[in-house]
């Protein structure tokens, strides 16, 4: 339970153990405060919230949401809809009393006051910024595991916001964003290739706050040949007044007022009708662009004219406009992840014979129609390039999809029906459905036959290990044509012979076969595949247990497309927080996991821990490989002892012109390194020094290049996804020259 100088408990009622609550984050945004946290009762009856000033009388002007927590609901056992979650948001200014109350409240008559110190809170934020939000913004088993492993880093990055009180998107922005200086350049800078770019802006009631500054933000761009294309559905005539008056003399500006409200799409589309330029770009109605957007468009065009499709990174601005949060750094151009989440958004700049093909949007899909138009057009050209610069600014207000997921509800069936469309149009048989992550969807692909699967499982000694492992194929795994070869290296008791010669004896679908030599984990498993029958392999450990009963069929199904090679899952601790989910290239100078022990119903930075995604490599933990690719890269690189040859190997299938597929709905528990060991010898630490400078040399283009599927905005120091440090490119050169010595 989350106590500090500034909160405290005051339980009039001694009624202590009825209620359970964790106060999660306490925030300020511009004016405003906000108290995140979650609440339940040990009778399992509904817990109302609401604050109280200092007699104890409610405090009306107040937002508050509250929403049911998956996290919570499995810890505690709770009822599926049980609200446990709550927002709270208020005006500073609009509290004058000293102490407020946030008050729990069951029908029963029980209650519990939690006391927030108005002064010590604005102190807190003063002196700490948002250091609140890192010590108690994390799942629930994972804040005392971190205090307790990561004393050191704890208390540096705590002093870090001693010393500065602003967070870390706020100090990359300082960093990275453009200057005045930089916009007087590039005023002043002629391209060779200057085509003309229409900006196309549905209107409907806009506030006039949100449309004065959209519109600056448009006219003052610093490369000027642009069309503003507006079409105004709104159901008065004060913006077409607004444009009069402020832009007399502006012919740049195209605007009709539309006879009718025509919906999202049919606004857009007459804002599209209007559009002359070469290139269509879209924006809200209610949002800001970077003034530099459109010069760092055509900066990229001028540099290759066979792109069709870009787009960029985004933020999100508050209703003042002065506060930005919400960093979108995106990946390179990710089609699995965008069929299932659609984080291209803004900006979205198109070739207008695209759009034109593509006939514009849907109105069926309104709500999703940004999502369904993209999908159309990606699916007309890959000459899709990705700027990772901020030059989008999406509004987050209580009306808008940014600030309120639930006043868009209505786009969840939507996406749906805009997946299910794109799948048909390009001959993917597959069911998709929501999931409980707002606008992120999920894939079941449609199995080809039954092939025969290979599991190969080496291993040494550990038989309980292994029998976990073997007993959870069995019972669990509803797919039946697979067989399972053990790759025994080295063993010494009779027990494992025994144990052997008893699974073997009981399924026939079993083999073990023996590895004389000494640990290489990549002779093994190479060794191992030629005695496999599969037309598709699945590497895996000895220590991993079955979560997900349909995890072969998921990851076969992926591996069935010829343009997929290798296939990977999420796999968990044993206390169900995240030990692998993917692989980035480039973490702490070669590759590394990152997102680890958060818990198994996080989200993860942009969705990375819950959305199938195509991505860079995946553990050999529990991977899936077609037999046909493996073979043909070589398989394992020998070389590679012990460590990065899962992630070699990955890169050696995306380098043959193969995608890895990581599908988070396939879990495992993995009991890490019990066969092995870890790396605590000098010998080992030797041996893991060398294989990293051999994957280093190895891939030296790439580690330059940077992880497409990971923004070179996101740090490479830790696993947080946090913004980059500029202080990075000197400590990561560090960091590699001290693990090579």
Same mark, same amino acid.
């Given at each position: 339970?989350?106590?500090?100088?500034?909160?405290?408990?005051?339980?009039?009622?001694?009624?202590?153990?009825?209620?359970?609550?964790?106060?999660?984050?306490?925030?300020?945004?511009?004016?405003?405060?906000?108290?995140?946290?979650?609440?339940?009762?040990?009778?399992?009856?509904?817990?109302?919230?609401?604050?109280?000033?200092?007699?104890?009388?409610?405090?009306?002007?107040?937002?508050?949401?509250?929403?049911?927590?998956?996290?919570?609901?499995?810890?505690?056992?709770?009822?599926?809809?049980?609200?446990?979650?709550?927002?709270?948001?208020?005006?500073?200014?609009?509290?004058?009393?000293?102490?407020?109350?946030?008050?729990?409240?069951?029908?029963?008559?029980?209650?519990?006051?939690?006391?927030?110190?108005?002064?010590?809170?604005?102190?807190?934020?003063?002196?700490?910024?948002?250091?609140?939000?890192?010590?108690?913004?994390?799942?629930?088993?994972?804040?005392?595991?971190?205090?307790?492993?990561?004393?050191?880093?704890?208390?540096?990055?705590?002093?870090?916001?001693?010393?500065?009180?602003?967070?870390?998107?706020?100090?990359?922005?300082?960093?990275?964003?453009?200057?005045?200086?930089?916009?007087?350049?590039?005023?002043?800078?002629?391209?060779?290739?200057?085509?003309?770019?229409?900006?196309?802006?549905?209107?409907?009631?806009?506030?006039?706050?949100?449309?004065?500054?959209?519109?600056?933000?448009?006219?003052?761009?610093?490369?000027?040949?642009?069309?503003?294309?507006?079409?105004?559905?709104?159901?008065?005539?004060?913006?077409?007044?607004?444009?009069?008056?402020?832009?007399?003399?502006?012919?740049?500006?195209?605007?009709?007022?539309?006879?009718?409200?025509?919906?999202?799409?049919?606004?857009?589309?007459?804002?599209?009708?209007?559009?002359?330029?070469?290139?269509?770009?879209?924006?809200?109605?209610?949002?800001?662009?970077?003034?530099?957007?459109?010069?760092?468009?055509?900066?990229?065009?001028? &540099?290759?004219?066979?792109?069709?499709? $870009?787009? *960029?990174? @985004?933020?999100?601005? =508050?209703?003042?406009?002065?506060?930005? !949060?919400?960093?979108?750094?995106?990946?390179?151009?990710?089609?699995?992840?965008?069929?299932?989440?659609?984080?291209?958004?803004?900006?979205?700049?198109?070739?207008?014979?695209?759009?034109?093909?593509?006939?514009?949007?849907?109105?069926?899909?309104?709500?999703?129609?940004?999502?369904?138009?993209?999908?159309?057009?990606?699916?007309?050209?890959?000459?899709?390039?990705?700027?990772?610069?901020?030059?989008?600014?999406?509004?987050?207000?209580?009306?808008?999809?940014?600030?309120?997921?639930?006043?868009?509800?209505?786009?969840?069936?939507?996406?749906?029906?805009?997946?299910?469309?794109?799948?048909?149009?390009?001959?993917?048989?597959?069911?998709?459905?929501?999931?409980?992550?707002?606008?992120?969807?999920?894939?079941?692909?449609?199995?080809?036959? &039954?092939?025969?699967?290979?599991?190969? $499982?080496? *291993?040494? @000694?550990?038989?309980? =290990?292994?029998?976990?492992?073997?007993? !959870?194929?069995?019972?669990?795994?509803?797919?039946?044509?697979?067989?399972?070869?053990?790759?025994?290296?080295?063993?010494?008791?009779?027990?494992?012979?025994?144990?052997?010669?008893?699974?073997?004896?009981?399924?026939?679908?079993?083999?073990?076969?023996?590895?004389?030599?000494?640990?290489?984990?990549?002779?093994?498993?190479?060794?191992?595949?030629?005695?496999?029958?599969?037309?598709?392999?699945?590497?895996?450990?000895?220590?991993?247990?079955?979560?997900?009963?349909?995890?072969?069929?998921?990851?076969?199904?992926?591996?069935?497309?010829?343009?997929?090679?290798?296939?990977?899952?999420?796999?968990?601790?044993?206390?169900?927080?995240?030990?692998?989910?993917?692989?980035?290239?480039?973490?702490?100078?070669?590759?590394?996991?990152?997102?680890? &022990?958060?818990?198994?119903?996080?989200?993860?930075?942009?969705?990375?821990?819950?959305?199938?995604?195509?991505?860079?490599?995946?553990?050999?933990?529990?991977?899936?490989?077609?037999?046909?690719?493996?073979?043909?890269?070589?398989?394992?690189?020998?070389?590679?002892?012990?460590?990065?040859?899962?992630?070699?190997?990955?890169?050696?299938?995306?380098?043959?012109?193969?995608?890895?597929?990581?599908?988070?709905?396939?879990?495992?528990?993995?009991?890490?390194?019990?066969?092995?060991?870890?790396?605590?010898?000098?010998?080992?630490?030797?041996?893991?020094?060398?294989?990293?400078?051999?994957?280093?040399?190895?891939?030296?283009?790439?580690?330059?290049?940077?992880?497409?599927?990971?923004?070179?905005?996101?740090?490479?120091?830790?696993?947080?996804?946090?913004?980059?440090?500029?202080?990075?490119?000197?400590?990561?050169?560090?960091?590699?020259?001290?693990?090579?010595?």
């Amino acid at each position: 339970m989350s106590k500090s100088k500034f909160i405290q408990k005051d339980n009039l009622n001694e009624t202590e153990s009825t209620f359970i609550y964790y106060i999660e984050l306490i925030d300020k945004e511009d004016d405003d405060i906000v108290f995140r946290g979650w609440v339940y009762s040990n009778d399992n009856c509904p817990v109302s919230v609401e604050l109280l000033d200092s007699k104890r009388d409610v405090i009306t002007d107040v937002k508050m949401w509250r929403k049911s927590r998956k996290d919570v609901k499995k810890k505690f056992e709770l009822d599926k809809d049980y609200k446990s979650e709550f927002l709270i948001k208020f005006e500073r200014e609009s509290i004058t009393c000293q102490e407020i109350y946030i008050h729990f409240t069951q029908e029963d008559g029980k209650d519990m006051y939690v006391s927030v110190n108005m002064a010590g809170l604005d102190e807190s934020f003063t002196t700490w910024g948002k250091v609140s939000e890192f010590m108690t913004n994390q799942p629930i088993r994972r804040t005392a595991r971190f205090i307790k492993n990561n004393p050191k880093q704890l208390f540096n990055r705590v002093m870090a916001k001693i010393r500065n009180d602003k967070d870390d998107y706020t100090v990359w922005r300082e960093n990275n964003m453009p200057t005045d200086e930089d916009f007087n350049r590039q005023r002043g800078e002629k391209f060779d290739y200057n085509p003309l770019v229409s900006i196309s802006i549905p209107l409907y009631n806009t506030p006039f706050e949100f449309f004065e500054p959209l519109m600056e933000s448009i006219i003052n761009q610093t490369y000027t040949n642009f069309e503003l294309c507006l079409a105004d559905g709104s159901d008065n005539n004060k913006l077409e007044e607004f444009i009069n008056e402020r832009y007399p003399n502006e012919n740049r500006i195209n605007y009709v007022h539309l006879e009718e409200n025509l919906g999202i799409a049919g606004n857009t589309n007459k804002a599209l009708e209007m559009a002359s330029g070469e290139y269509v770009m879209l924006t809200d109605h209610d949002d800001l662009l970077e003034i530099s957007a459109l010069y760092e468009i055509v900066k990229v065009l001028n &540099e290759d004219k066979s792109i069709d499709i $870009i787009y *960029t990174d @985004e933020d999100l601005v =508050d209703a003042s406009g002065k506060y930005y !949060s919400n960093y979108r750094f995106k990946p390179d151009f990710n089609l699995e992840m965008l069929r299932h989440l659609n984080y291209i958004c803004h900006i979205f700049f198109v070739r207008r014979t695209i759009m034109d093909q593509v006939g514009g949007f849907r109105e069926e899909y309104d709500g999703a129609q940004d999502f369904d138009m993209i999908l159309r057009c990606v699916e007309k050209s890959d000459r899709i390039h990705h700027i990772p610069k901020v030059l989008y600014h999406w509004r987050a207000h209580e009306d808008s999809t940014a600030g309120n997921a639930d006043s868009k509800e209505y786009a969840i069936d939507a996406s749906v029906r805009a997946l299910e469309a794109h799948y048909e149009r390009v001959g993917i048989e597959a069911e998709v459905e929501a999931t409980d992550i707002f606008i992120m969807l999920k894939s079941t692909r449609h199995l080809q036959g &039954e092939p025969l699967v290979s599991i190969l $499982i080496p *291993t040494m @000694e550990h038989i309980d =290990d292994l029998d976990k492992c073997i007993s !959870s194929i069995i019972d669990k795994t509803t797919y039946k044509n697979y067989e399972i070869i053990v790759i025994e290296n080295n063993s010494k008791s009779k027990e494992t012979f025994d144990y052997y010669d008893k699974i073997t004896a009981e399924h026939d679908f079993i083999k073990v076969v023996r590895w004389e030599e000494g640990f290489n984990y990549s002779k093994i498993n190479n060794f191992g595949a030629k005695y496999a029958k599969g037309d598709y392999y699945i590497l895996l450990n000895n220590d991993i247990e079955v979560i997900s009963p349909d995890w072969i069929t998921r990851m076969l199904a992926y591996c069935q497309d010829d343009e997929v090679g290798a296939v990977g899952a999420k796999l968990l601790f044993e206390d169900d927080t995240i030990q692998h989910c993917g692989v980035v290239i480039g973490v702490g100078g070669f590759a590394g996991h990152i997102l680890t &022990e958060q818990d198994v119903e996080d989200v993860g930075y942009f969705g990375r821990l819950q959305v199938q995604q195509e991505i860079s490599a995946v553990t050999a933990a529990c991977m899936m490989v077609d037999a046909k690719v493996f073979n043909e890269v070589g398989g394992f690189d020998e070389e590679f002892t012990v460590a990065l040859n899962d992630v070699d190997l990955c890169l050696k299938i995306r380098e043959a012109g193969k995608k890895i597929m990581l599908d988070p709905n396939v879990m495992m528990h993995h009991y890490e390194s019990k066969s092995r060991g870890y790396e605590e010898s000098k010998e080992k630490q030797n041996r893991f020094k060398g294989e990293i400078k051999r994957f280093r040399d190895k891939w030296a283009k790439m580690l330059r290049e940077g992880d497409p599927y990971y923004s070179p905005n996101l740090t490479l120091l830790y696993g947080d996804c946090s913004p980059r440090r500029n202080v990075e490119r000197f400590l990561i050169v560090e960091e590699i020259e001290r693990a090579n010595e």
